[in-house]
């Protein structure tokens, strides 16, 4: 039992010296780059009502929530993602606001994996932004330009944010005549890229030839602008044609933010989240299957907290980002420097003195009191092996006597 205590559960695991420091330092510098957008900061609580994350809402489903009860019989689950929470709180908050509301977070999210996903990590931090009350074109391109922004702050250099539509596929969906369970049949079938799935499922349809291609196609949409222009000719179905337009004209806004070249497309994108209405986005890192960042725009789901009000946002999974910086070989940052003041047992009101004024002056400084039964060299040798440690030695009298 006792070697068992010092074990974390399955999913869990500590975070210490250089990962602990790298992880605060990136959030330190994503955080300052949701600050330069005017996004202003929000907490909400690690649990909720079980309603807020329901299948209504379209997020994680139940059997992978971390549910339990309140003394008054309530259902109540650990956050599996802040996007409800926040909507929750902007249509409680801010549902009459007259201008457009930033919020960013950042914290522990809980979604308890299956034991088949071995390795994936049950609780993890994410830092997000959401912008409510405003649908334009220029809100989405801040979004994506906001998640570039934060990934380039945090160190990371090469990765992609994919972007794609899920109104070009459910306009196909219109046009085909397909019902919801054949849609979302379809929609796992092309999230997989299961070309010949989506073959066998078409086969069964009486639908023109010429639209069984394009759902086929859809395995392979992704690319550059070129590929975005071509799928105008794909369809003529009003809705498809506008998430096409909405696209390529993103595309033009983002070259004014400068970020283009982290920028691509994928019209078979298509998210397992039900609240996304528009454009939906993922960052990855090369040589990383798990995207970094996800996001998009959700412009029904504050209706369901008794709010309407556009809406975009995007979530950053800072554990994936600290892999992928570790892949690039990304520096750990430095520990600060610190001062060990070892001193006698009669200097300790001058220890006490001295560590008050170091600490005013903002440097760093440890009291340890020198053990009678062990010679400064034990110390010498223990402060080698410390990162960053400088060790002064104060005698019986108070003075300095010697520094290592």
């Given amino acids: 039992m006792e070697g068992r205590l010092l074990h974390t559960p399955e999913g869990v695991r500590d975070i210490y010296e250089g990962e602990c420091r790298r992880k605060l330092d990136l959030q330190e510098k994503m955080h300052r780059v949701f600050a330069d957008y005017g996004y202003s900061d929000i907490q909400t609580p690690t649990f909720e009502y079980f309603d807020i994350f329901s299948r209504e809402v379209g997020t994680t489903p139940s059997r992978d929530l971390f549910k339990f009860f309140d003394r008054e019989g309530n259902t109540l689950v650990l956050r599996p993602d ?17 201008l457009p509301v930033r919020l960013c977070y950042s914290g522990n999210a809980f979604i308890n994996e299956s034991a088949v996903y071995q390795g994936r990590l049950k609780e993890t931090t994410q830092m997000g932004a959401e912008l409510f009350g405003d649908q334009s074109l220029q809100a989405d391109a801040e979004m994506i330009a906001l998640t570039a922004d934060a990934l380039k702050a945090s160190g990371l250099e090469k990765f992609q944010v994919e972007i794609g539509q899920v109104d070009f596929f ?3 969906l219109e046009e085909a005549g397909f019902d919801q369970e054949e849609g979302e049949r379809l929609r796992t079938l092309i999230s997989q ?7 066998e499922m078409l086969r069964a349809k ?4 010429s ?13 550059g602008i070129e590929k975005i222009l071509e799928a ?5 179905n009003e809705r498809s044609q506008a998430a096409v ?3 390529i004209d993103l595309y033009e806004l983002l070259k004014e933010y400068q970020c283009q070249e982290f920028v691509s497309f994928d019209l078979g994108m298509l998210s397992k989240y039900k609240y996304y209405t528009g454009i939906i986005f993922r960052a990855y890192a090369y040589g990383m299957g ?8 959700y412009d029904n789901l504050m209706g369901y907290f008794g709010k309407d009000s556009p809406a975009i946002g995007f979530v950053v999974s800072v554990d994936h980002l600290l892999a992928g910086l570790s892949r690039q070989g990304s520096p750990t940052p430095q520990a600060p420097k610190r001062q060990l003041l070892l001193f006698e047992k009669k200097a300790e009101k001058d220890a006490a003195r001295y560590g008050s004024e170091e600490r005013k002056a903002h440097r760093p400084v440890i009291l340890l009191q020198r053990d009678p039964g062990r010679e400064l060299d034990f110390y010498r040798q223990a402060a080698e092996k410390e990162e960053s440690l400088s060790v002064i030695y104060m005698n019986e009298n108070g003075r300095i006597e010697d520094r290592w």
Avoid: C, M
């Fill in 170 to 172: 459910k306009g196909l």
């Fill in 211 to 223: 639209l069984k291609q394009v759902f086929l196609q859809l395995t392979e949409a992704f690319g």
């Fill in 245 to 247: 337009s909405r696209l």
């Fill in 290 to 297: 798990q995207p970094l960042a996800t996001g998009g725009r």
């Fill in 232 to 236: 105008r000719n794909w369809t003529k």
């Fill in 82 to 98: 802040f996007t409800p929470s926040v909507v929750r709180s902007a249509a409680k908050y801010f549902g009459d606001a007259p």
């Fill in 206 to 209: 009486s639908i023109d030839h």
């Fill in 193 to 199: 890229k299961s070309f010949f799935g989506i073959e």
